[in-house]
């Protein structure tokens, strides 16, 4: 009964919200809703507090359109102001705020009045997530859209003080699955938002500032999150690593193979902590990620061994010829163009790690075949430099000896001269 | 010989060859090296032909990778092949016909602009002139 | 040889008609040079001059293959130190010699300070040769910009920015030296003219009087070994071939120093000046500016209401005046005045020494 109450209630305020987009950055309608609650203590004054930061309020709705009530009312008679005639219903019941919202947010007509660009389906997607499907059991300790967005003073998503922005999302997120006290009941871990924060992605939003860094909502969408199940983690992690999830699709296709064993990504990188790789990961050495399922005497295994091997042996080589150049151009030999071209040897490191993913280990040793080539050129270029600097002191050497000879010459001959010359 | 005459032949040949030891490489710096002038603002990318259209290559400019694209209307272009998002090298994608970063599947079109991914800003475009069967990029 | 007697015949006679050069061979036979002592510093004139020589030999060289735009000289030298053969010895030996030459010309001043040469007839000999020696550091400050590296760049804003301080004229003198507000290509263009034509037309004017003058008044004998003091009638030595000869000792052995400097310690190129770059750490002037550039860094901002490093550019000013007028302030009638003088000069080398030393403590090399 209750509930039909409500629901009749909202579809009256439904019909009394029929308010003109305003243009952005009009300002806020006046009303009496604002003004007195303004000037009353604590809690109560907190909506009005933030009504000048709401991206609603710029855009020319004001509180009767969530909350019904009359905005005209005469200032001080709480009750005309709270009319339940006028569509009044208070503060909202947790459950039904994902309909309140979508009222406007999933009507196509009324939103593309106010951005043409605008997504409508945050309330569909909403239900196919673990939020929205516990939600509409009735759970209402989940996450609701003001739990994100915030209620009062609700800024786009654009924003960086949004609590939503890029930068702000993983705290937010965070603020219930980091909670040990919420997730117990879920069973759910909450180590995530640890893991995340060392990871490189983390790095890369928080320290370079990169907003093509991914965050909670790039992997888990955003209405509709979802721990990305074991058939599309590659895809999450592949819609920006392309070349490691088109090898990984090409090797399944190419052999037959089913990855989904290893839950692809995952299970080298992590999830949430991701780390840059490194080469301890190839091989078969204690930190190696190819013998936490392959044991001694699988042909994997060997595969692995050679190619963290021959990964190995490369950047060996590569140290030599860099150190061996560095030397050189400590030593006033000019070797910049040969350092460049070690550059191209040294992007072929990165190249082999990725057809890592190929797990085609002729792929893989053609890489570093070449690398080792551009490597060995690097050498080479290194040692020509020095033999350069040899010739180079052998000739000043040679000079010297020359120039001593004229000294001596000279020496000499300025006492024959003196003793011919005798001094008045 | 007298000792005089003997110190005079002495000093005549080592100063003489001092004298050579200062003219030989004087001789050999001003004879035009190989390549008569610093490649600066300027580099010689590939021969006319070299590249067919629908193709592109990496290629040194200075102390950065450049990458040569050759239009499939057969004209150049030519920008600097640092990635503006974290400075891998990027290569031409003739399926795609754009330019491609491997790293993080940054996309940009033949004006340099950014398609799609991680990049931040357009790739910086070089001016390519074809004269003598050569095909110069430069910075202006 | 003695002086022949005959007159000569064949090619000789011919130039002899048309140049009579054989009357400057006269003069020169009969140029001496005191010996004694001291003798030893009179080799430094001649070593500085040789050093020039050097400059100017491998600077024509360098002008070959350098150019002087913001957008190419950077290049061009690194152009020079890897594709041109010998490129390296060259702009090594130019950097280097730059160097000696400006540590010899000190010493050379320096000596004739203390030795008194300076005094009548030679007053004028004296002038031109300090402005000879402000004409070289010119030179050093104009060269260091050319290679447009990072280091040459901000030394040059710093060292631009402190004549700005001189009151009246200092903006004029900012601007006309920086070629506009900021060091620029701008700036590294008209350094080069300076570098290459202005500087030296006014080095030839002025060594060309100093040489002149050397030449007319002989070289002077330090008191303490004039005859009346010794006791002991003078003795000289040939100009030529004696000194000369050994002149030419102390030059090649000059050249054997050079190509050991620019084989062993090659001049490095450094990273390619950007102007938009903020500063880095470590830019400094070149040593024979350093202690300039200590002593204003140890300035306090303001002494009696006047800006401390206002206060040090009169400093240097009047200093270099001072310099300039030896001749004038110790004529020699006042021996008080010498030995005060002297003392100055002891105490301001000492001085200079000190603060360029602790310019490299504090920074390194």
Redesign the interface.
């Given at each position: 009964m209750r509930a039909a109450a409500a629901v009749l209630l909202l579809w009256a305020a439904s019909s009394a919200h029929g308010a003109e987009p305003k243009p952005a950055g009009s300002p806020p309608p006046p009303s009496t809703c604002v003004s007195c609650h303004a000037e009353l203590d604590g809690a109560a004054a907190e909506p009005a507090a933030h009504a000048a930061d709401d991206v609603h309020f710029q855009k020319g709705l004001s509180c009767h359109d969530c909350h019904g009530g009359n905005p005209a009312a005469a200032a001080d008679d709480i009750e005309a102001a709270h009319d339940e005639k006028k569509g009044w219903v208070g503060k909202p019941a947790r459950l039904g705020i994902p309909q309140l919202c979508a009222r406007c947010h999933a009507d196509a007509e009324f939103m593309k009045g106010f951005n043409p660009h605008t997504r409508v389906d945050q309330l569909a997607e909403y239900r196919t997530s673990v939020h929205g499907k516990r939600n509409a059991a009735g759970d209402e300790r989940v996450a609701v859209c003001v739990d994100c967005h915030g209620v009062h003073g609700i800024r786009p998503v654009s924003d960086p003080r949004s609590s939503v922005h890029p930068t702000r999302l993983a705290e937010t997120c965070a603020s219930c699955h980091a909670d040990k006290g919420r997730m117990e009941a879920y069973g759910l871990p909450t180590t995530q938002y640890a893991d995340y924060k060392t990871s490189v992605h983390a790095a890369a939003l928080y320290k370079n500032g990169?907003l093509?860094?991914p965050t909670c909502n790039d992997c888990h969408g955003s209405h509709g999150a979802v721990p990305p199940g074991v058939g599309s983690v590659a895809n999450v992690c592949g819609?920006?690593?392309?070349?490691e999830a088109n090898l990984f699709r090409e090797t399944e296709a190419k052999r037959g193979l089913d990855l989904d064993a290893c839950i692809r990504c995952v299970v080298c990188h992590d999830n949430h902590a991701v780390h840059p790789p490194t080469a301890d990961m190839l091989g078969v050495g204690p930190k190696s990620t190819c013998s936490t399922c392959h044991a001694e005497g699988d042909p994997e295994y060997r595969a692995a061994k050679d190619m963290g091997a021959a990964a190995a042996r490369l950047k060996e080589r590569l140290a030599a010829a860099q150190g061996l150049l560095e030397r050189a151009e400590r030593a006033?030999?000019?070797v910049?163009?040969d350092s460049?071209?070690l550059?191209e040897a040294q992007?072929k490191v990165?190249e082999a790690r990725?057809l890592v993913h190929s797990f085609d280990e002729a792929r893989f040793m053609a890489a570093v075949d070449s690398g080792l080539a551009g490597a060995e050129k690097g050498v080479a270029a290194g040692r020509r430099a020095f033999r350069e600097l040899r010739q180079?002191?052998l000739?000043?050497g040679?000079?010297?000896l020359?120039?001593?000879?004229?000294?001596?010459?000279?020496?000499?001959?300025?006492r024959?001269?003196?003793r011919k010359?005798p001094?008045? | 010989m007298t000792r005089?005459r003997l110190?005079?032949w002495?000093?005549g040949t080592?100063?003489g060859?001092?004298c050579l030891?200062v003219l030989y490489p004087v001789a050999r710096y001003v004879t035009p090296p190989d390549v008569p002038e610093a490649e600066t603002n300027r580099a010689l990318a590939a021969r006319d032909g070299e590249l067919k259209p629908n193709d592109g290559r990496v290629f040194?400019f200075g102390?950065h990778?450049a990458l040569l694209v050759r239009d499939p209307d057969g004209s150049y272009k030519a920008f600097d092949a640092t990635c503006t998002?974290?400075s891998?090298?990027v290569q031409y994608r003739a399926d795609l016909k754009q330019i491609w970063c491997?790293?993080?599947?940054g996309f940009y079109d033949l004006s340099g602009r950014v398609v799609s991914?991680?990049?931040?800003r357009a790739l910086e475009q070089y001016t390519v002139h074809v004269a003598n069967g050569e095909v110069v990029v430069s910075k202006t | 040889m003695s002086g022949e007697s005959q007159a000569p015949g064949g090619f000789a006679a011919w130039l002899e008609e048309r140049t009579g050069l054989s009357a400057l061979a006269a003069v020169a036979r009969k140029k001496t040079v005191p010996?004694h002592r001291h003798t030893a510093w009179y080799y430094l004139g001649g070593m500085t001059l040789f050093l020039f020589v050097v400059q100017v030999v491998t600077g024509i060289l360098l002008l070959l293959y350098y150019r002087s735009s913001a957008d190419e000289a950077f290049e061009s030298v690194?152009f020079i130190?890897?594709k041109v053969p010998f490129g390296?010895l060259v702009r090594s030996i130019h950097s280097w010699s730059a160097n000696l030459l400006v540590l010899v010309a000190i010493v050379h001043m320096f000596s004739v300070f203390l030795l008194k040469a300076y005094r009548r007839p030679r007053e004028l000999t004296w002038l031109t040769g300090a402005m000879l020696l402000f004409l070289m550091l010119a030179f050093g400050f104009s060269g260091y910009l050319l290679p447009w590296n990072t280091l040459a760049f901000f030394a040059t804003q710093v060292g631009t920015e402190v004549p700005g301080g001189v009151p009246v004229v200092g903006r004029f003198l900012l601007r006309f030296l920086r070629g506009g507000d900021q060091v620029t290509g701008g700036t590294l263009t008209r350094f080069y003219g300076f570098h290459v034509a202005v500087l030296p037309a006014l080095t030839t004017v002025l060594l060309g009087a100093h040489l002149l003058l050397v030449q007319k008044h002989g070289m002077s004998v330090p008191e303490s070994e004039a005859e009346a003091r010794t006791g002991r009638p003078p003795?000289?030595?040939?100009f030529f071939?004696?000194f000369l000869?050994?002149d030419?000792?102390g030059w090649?052995?000059a050249?054997?120093v050079l190509?050991?400097l620019a084989?062993?310690?090659?001049w490095?190129?450094g990273e390619k000046a950007d102007p938009f770059a903020p500063a880095p750490a470590g830019i400094r002037p070149e040593w024979y500016f350093g202690w300039m550039f200590q002593t204003l860094k140890w300035l306090p901002a303001h002494v009696l209401g006047v800006e401390g490093e206002m206060l040090g550019l009169v400093a240097f000013g009047l200093g270099g005046l001072l310099l300039v007028l030896v001749p004038f302030v110790d004529s020699g009638r006042h021996p008080r005045r010498s030995r005060a003088l002297t003392v100055l000069g002891w105490v301001v080398v000492a001085y200079a020494a000190a603060a360029t030393a602790v310019v490299y403590l504090k920074q390194g090399p």
């Open positions: 990169d093509g860094a819609s920006c690593h392309g070349r006033g030999m000019e910049s163009a460049f071209a550059r992007e990165v990725v180079r002191r000739g000043l040679v000079s010297l020359v120039i001593l000879a004229v000294i001596a010459g000279l020496v000499l001959k300025a024959e001269l003196d010359t001094s008045p | 005089r110190l005079d002495f000093l080592s100063l060859a001092m030891s040194r102390s990778p998002h974290l891998c090298t491997a790293c993080h599947n991914g991680p990049p931040p | 010996l690194q130190m890897t390296w003795r000289s030595l040939p071939p004696n000869l050994r030419a000792i090649s052995a050249v054997g190509a050991a084989a062993l310690f090659p490095d190129l």
